[in-house]
């Protein structure tokens, strides 16, 4: 180890890639509760 010293050198740089924001199709939903989510599930069960 010590006789035979060596140095590694790794320079890394980000390319900075420009990305195209996505569009929302719709108007971001407002999320619903496991509760309203397992009712809605039992309803569909129901159909």
């Known amino acids: 180890y010590m006789s035979s010293p060596c140095h590694i050198e ?3 740089t980000e390319k900075e ?3 195209a924001k996505a569009t929302e ?3 971001s939903k407002k999320k619903l509760s496991k ?3 397992a009712r ?3 309803k569909m069960m129901r159909e």
């Open 17 to 19: 890639d420009v990305v």
């Open 40 to 42: 809605q599930k039992e």
């Open 35 to 37: 509760k309203k989510l």
């Open 10 to 12: 790794v320079i890394l």
């Open 25 to 27: 199709e719709e108007p």
